[in-house]
């Protein structure tokens, strides 16, 4: 290998690195596909390296394994969220217009707005259900702590990703 092709090499699994923490921290984010921006990232980073003839059955394996971790990821969050919900017997139309509001104000407005607006929304939607401020925001005190557990586990999950892709970039 030369050295211009060993500083294509790293300059690729450096950009591919950086996609791959930004799609983690955005993590943070709850409407932000953080891990399907690590995933994009080795999926761009697979077809390359196979363009060039460096995927082996091992590497393919490992690309699979962090596809299906992409997949399982980002159904699960939500999962943790509704279920948290439900077990506190919140009512689907309430848990709806949170998902709802979150995605509206991401999408026309900006991810900022959006991370306030489901457990905003929800107060809302849980005080006109009971007339009750505090059990409206103990609607949103669940939420939160429900979207607290679904970002760890989705951080777990992008984190296994990004291993998963460092063993097969490195080696």
């Given at each position: 290998m030369t050295e211009f092709e060993l500083f294509l090499q790293t300059f690729l699994q450096v950009l591919t690195l950086v996609f791959m923490l930004v799609g983690l921290v955005g993590l943070i984010i709850p409407v932000f596909p953080g891990l399907i921006i690590i995933w994009l990232a080795s999926l761009v980073y697979a077809l390359i390296e196979n363009s060039l003839g460096n995927m082996a059955w091992i590497d393919w394996t490992l690309f699979a394994l962090i596809t299906f971790l992409m997949l399982g990821g980002s159904v699960v969050d939500n999962i943790?969220?509704?279920?948290?919900?439900?077990?506190?017997h919140i009512p689907w139309a309430s848990i709806g217009l949170s998902y709802l509001a979150a995605i509206l104000g991401s999408i026309?407005?900006?991810?900022?707005?959006g991370?306030?607006?489901?457990?905003?929304?929800?107060?809302?939607?849980?005080y006109l259900r009971f007339?009750?401020?505090?059990?409206?925001?103990?609607?949103?005190?669940?939420?939160?702590?429900?979207?607290?557990?679904?970002?760890?586990?989705?951080?777990?999950?992008g984190l296994t990703m990004i291993l998963l892709w460092m063993l097969w970039a490195w080696l």
């Open positions: 943790i969220i509704a279920i948290k919900m439900r077990d506190n026309f407005l900006t991810p900022l707005v991370l306030p607006a489901a457990p905003l929304s929800l107060v809302g939607a849980e007339r009750d401020w505090r059990k409206a925001f103990e609607s949103a005190r669940t939420y939160m702590i429900a979207w607290g557990w679904s970002f760890a586990a989705l951080f777990g999950v």
